[in-house]
């Protein structure tokens, strides 16, 4: 691959933007990565591994000459990042984001984007449990979709060069309206979230098993839970409070079919769980065949799994 942006501005120094450095690298993608985090100490560690070109103290340093500016903050501090940099970005830049929801997204960073700057929401649907500069990998984002979402009017070469990049970091590219985007995402990914910490916190909070029992037998299912659970306490708070209708109308039906399912179980109903599960299971083959998962066994977790 080809150069697509001169100079590349990573605000945040996360598990995203740290695989994005690694993944340009990787192809060729960007002539100089500049990045920034609000923690000194992410950005020291940063500058020690190298893993951007240049690291500086500010968010309004590094977007000085940027071509493409990545807002890789949790949702919640969308608004005031774009409002500090907003006077420092060049005639013609990009600007984009990786977060999780995109409405409120857009409400944040619009109204500071200046004129002749083009805003690109973006939304890559990889990641792992782990965060900080250090757990970033180039192979992220390989074979998962990453979604766009071109606002009215947008500039087509920007939202076509936006869309080479990411196709360049390995990634599959969908483009998708933002109401859109958070009701699919409040069932893929935001509600089975809230799920997974709450299941956790039931086990801790009954304190029926033990802690050797919860490690010992937890590859029954209850691992994944944990390791869902295990993921940046406030990333997951930001989405919440900003996707909160899609959520809680996601919620509000899994709520429906779980009474559903305690009725069935509570009278018996076994024709009722069994073709239940056989449909939920059509959900999982889907999933594999689309090459969104393996079907091979993975008991002890290797790594990446």
Do not use: C
Not at 78 to 97: C, F, S, Y
Not at 98 to 111: I, L, Q, R, W
Not at 208 to 231: L, N, P, Q, W
Not at 271 to 296: H, K, S, V, W
């Amino acid at each position: 691959m080809s150069v697509l942006y001169d100079r590349v501005a990573l605000i945040g120094l996360g598990l995203i933007a740290g695989s994005m450095a690694h993944a340009m690298r990787r192809a060729g993608l960007a002539g100089e990565i500049v990045g920034t985090a609000r923690s000194a100490e992410t950005r020291a560690i940063a500058e020690e591994i190298g893993l951007v070109d240049r690291v500086t103290e500010t968010a309004a340093e590094a977007v000085e000459g940027a071509d493409l500016i990545v807002l890789a903050v949790p949702v919640g501090a969308m608004a005031a990042v774009a409002e500090d940099i907003a006077p420092h970005l060049k005639p013609g830049a990009t600007i984009t984001d990786v977060g999780s929801v995109k409405a409120a997204v857009v409400d944040a960073v619009a109204p500071h984007v200046p004129d002749g700057v083009h805003f690109v929401p973006g939304h890559p649907l990889a990641g792992t449990e782990h965060s900080g500069p250090q757990s970033g990998f180039a192979e992220l984002f390989d074979h998962r979709w990453t979604i766009l979402v071109p606002l009215e009017g947008a500039d087509t070469d920007a939202v076509a060069r936006l869309r080479a990049l990411w196709e360049g970091m390995g990634a599959f590219v969908d483009e998708m309206d933002m109401d859109r985007h958070d009701l699919v995402l409040a069932v893929t990914s935001h509600a089975p979230h809230l799920i997974a910490y709450t299941m956790v916190g039931v086990a801790d909070d009954l304190r029926r098993v033990t802690d050797s029992e919860v490690v010992k037998y937890s590859a029954a299912g209850f691992r994944d839970f944990t390791r869902i659970a295990a993921s940046d306490p406030t990333m997951w708070r930001d989405v919440f409070l900003t996707n909160k209708e899609a959520t809680l109308e996601i919620l509000g039906r899994f709520t429906e079919e779980l009474f559903a399912l305690q009725r069935a179980i509570r009278t018996g109903d076994g024709d009722q769980l069994f073709d239940y599960f056989t449909r939920t299971r059509e959900i999982r083959r889907g999933i594999i065949e689309a090459g969104q998962d393996t079907d091979a066994p993975n008991f002890g977790r290797a790594k990446g799994g």
